[in-house]
């Protein structure tokens, strides 16, 4: 994705760069940082530093938009295993532009948009120091909301799809937390592949309107936490699924699980309802169904720019700019109103609200 | 292993046979049935029947002992998913003698020693004819125990320790339930294996003793279940495991799972606490920790005489002659005392004791 261009002007560019990173001493990052662990509100401060040198191999970007995440909250609240060390800026996606790029970078150039490919970079800042090879650059056609919340939910729902089932067209998942943000992208991704998906969300006041804005997305059916119990669709219009998605956890899990075709796989990402998976000794030894999880943190870890990688990340885009993939709603903010888009963003129930910040 | 054997001394030997067949008609065969499914004692009879005449393909097998599993106890019950139609002869293990073979039956003889393959065939009972596919020729000098209890524990305790991590030498791997008949085997065929294990059982007036039987098996470490939940062996003198057993559920099998070293499996093949498995959610997404359950019926009919299923018995029966794999502790009991026996093997508190069934 990253084209490599050699020309004489690109040496004359380069030329024109170095000179510009001598005034870069002079220039103001504001930076979202924490000191210490516990509720993200409090704990998160804002701070003004200086801009220093480029080093050879470092990208300064000028971030255009970063999302707040749960696992952002997680991370700033100690509870989740992240490599951290602390003081930190949060911020494990985002997309910025290109300001100048150290002498040995010579796949980016000034104005290229870039998605940084490390939870661990933080990118709740106005201006980052990137390492090069840590950075992707992404069309600039593609949104930036599409671009800063490109590499945790798109990329856990294309490979949970990808990798835990031999699915065909015509097959059925079944995944619960459907309207989250990774739901609805598995929605839009198992439709590209043919795949009918069977969506089970909790129930609320306005559940023909969620219903409905998920069968545009491309749900075959959408279920409430009481409905799917008592279905008899896997007995009368659709084969049992070959695949479960869970975000949930207990009962809810349980329920999915217990649709399973024998010797299928129930992947958990997420546990919304703060409670553990539960299989029956049953489903497990006489239906041979699987339980495993996902963290998409280590597959790109494991994965970091094989073919399997390239070929997500090419897909993933070629749908965003075809729009077969769209994004959750969400609710722009800038970045120095953090304290009120954190108190929003988690309440007393946990994550609620998917907050983007944005930096001009 | 079943030979096979030409000589003109056979085919006069098949002559002497077909003219023993004709008298086959007024012997009798005394069985246990159950028409229904219910409480055991309850349910089953004992009926005796005239031995109809052998079809070419059928071996006549005068049995010689036959477990009482409680796999039995919940095919009796209606609790098992097994295949069984009604009426029907329970038992699903067993070892005989051959009396006398169908025409077309070249592999076995006379005297030979048989075990049934198949769990549905129906071991309770004085005579039995079976399909000759179906039976296993085993070593005479191997005990009448070790081949009636062939096929099913020490098969799941191997499967189990073969096929769900790549062990190696100085491994670890942890068990809960390790006293039971298949924990009792894996202790043994671990210790051959060159594996530590780690064997969790419940607390009782003769711990010291139970503590001291595991070890004389093998066993490198014996904890109950309140001393797993703080041990720090962990910590200090060995490996985390690369595997756990888990045939109780609950909050036990939780324990044993915690263990685990990252991407590593725990096997389910039993539910003693009549609990599910619970696992928690940072255990399968961060830890990549995988639950998966193991039937050997189901492995058994999948890869019937393949290569592995042949070596599987081969190892077997050796590290059985060579007094390498013990059986677990057994009563003796008359088929004709099956009442009394059903009454003690399953007690209110479900599966209690192991009695075998002799035929003379």
């Known amino acids: 994705m990253i084209l490599r261009i050699k020309s004489q002007f690109i040496e004359i ?11 870069m001493g002079s220039q103001i990052t504001s930076k979202l940082v924490f000191q210490n662990h516990g509720p993200p509100a409090s704990v998160v401060k804002l701070v003004d530093e200086p801009i220093t040198p480029l080093r050879p191999d470092e990208v300064l970007v000028k971030m255009l938009a970063a999302p707040i995440n749960p696992a952002d909250i997680n991370t700033i609240e100690g509870v989740y295993p992240s490599e951290l060390k602390l003081p930190a800026v949060p911020g494990f996606e985002g997309v910025g532009k290109v300001v100048n790029v150290g002498d040995n970078i010579k796949e980016l150039k000034p104005n290229d948009h870039v998605v940084p490919l490390k939870e661990t970079l933080g990118t709740w800042r106005t201006y980052a120091k990137f390492p090069g090879h840590l950075l992707l650059k992404v069309p600039k056609d593609l949104g930036i909301v599409q671009a800063a919340t490109l590499i945790i939910n798109p990329c856990t729902a294309y490979r949970m799809l990808k990798d835990f089932a031999n699915l065909k067209p015509g097959d059925v998942i079944i995944q619960n937390g459907a309207n989250s943000a990774v739901g609805q992208n598995v929605i839009q991704i198992a439709k590209r592949m043919g795949l009918k998906t069977v969506n089970v969300v909790r129930d609320r006041p306005e559940i023909v309107d969620l219903k409905c804005t998920l069968k545009n997305l491309g749900a075959h059916t959408v279920l409430t936490e009481e409905e799917v119990k008592k279905t008899d669709i896997f007995k009368k219009s659709l084969p049992k699924p070959k695949l479960a998605l869970n975000c949930v956890g207990g009962q809810n899990a349980l329920e999915i699980l217990k649709t399973l075709q024998e010797g299928c796989t129930m992947v958990t990402y997420g546990g919304m309802s703060r409670k553990p998976v539960i299989a029956p000794t049953s489903a497990l030894i006489f239906k041979d169904v699987h339980v495993k999880g996902f963290w998409v943190t280590s597959w790109n870890k494991q994965m970091f720019k094989s073919k399997k990688w390239l070929q997500m990340y090419n897909d993933l885009i070629n749908m965003m700019l075809k729009k077969e993939l769209k994004v959750p709603s969400h609710n722009f903010i ?6 009120e888009a954190l108190e929003k963003a988690v309440d007393s129930k946990g994550y609620q609200k998917k907050f983007i910040l944005n930096f001009d």
Request: no cysteine.
């Open 334 to 339: 800038h970045f120095k109103g953090y304290k």
């Open 13 to 23: 560019f380069n030329i024109t760069l170095k000179s510009n990173k001598r005034s």
